[in-house]
């Protein structure tokens, strides 16, 4: 009974750990694809669904943002997105909406990140003199985990291995 009980613990974490590979690689195509499509910088992309859900598919925060790039509801409605959960649609509507802030922000990536925190209307109206200390500190981790991905795709087309500190 204990060894049977052990299988099926064992499969179980097997068949779970297997499921998140798969959408994590699922997620990986898809911000990738859309990146491209959309000339979103990719690791840009990247940093934003590291420092949003952690490459998890679909949690839900407190405040209800859900799916990998926890899109808000009203943000979800404007995007089309009928259902946050739908990795192809969250991440469609994600990186369509950052597309869209980089043009509202001429392409500066701290605005962009602060204003996809914030919401647009804060940013547009005090830029970067914008000061709450979550928006700023958001922004600043945002930053790091770009500049993180994009030295490991610098390292992953030199075909050296990155490394992180």
Request: hydrophobic share 40%.
């Amino acid at each position: 009974m204990k060894q049977a009980r052990l299988l099926l613990i064992v499969v179980s974490c097997w068949c779970c750990a297997n499921a998140a590979s798969e959408s994590r690689q699922a997620a990986e195509y898809y911000v990738a694809a859309y990146a491209q499509h959309y000339q979103v910088p990719v690791e840009f992309v990247r940093a934003i669904v590291e420092q949003e859900s952690g490459w998890q598919v679909c949690p839900i925060s407190s405040k209800g943002a859900a799916g990998l790039m926890q899109l808000m509801p009203t943000t979800a409605r404007r995007l089309h997105v009928q259902n946050r959960c739908d990795l192809n649609q969250n991440v469609s509507g994600g990186v369509r909406y950052l597309a869209w802030l980089m043009s509202q922000f001429h392409g500066d990536l701290r605005l962009v990140a602060g204003a996809y925190y914030a919401g647009e209307w804060r940013i547009e109206r005090r830029g970067l003199n914008y000061s709450r200390p979550d928006v700023v500190r958001y922004v600043a981790e945002v930053r790091a985990r770009f500049e993180r991905q994009t030295k490991l795709e610098s390292a992953r087309l030199a075909g050296t291995p990155g490394r992180t500190r």
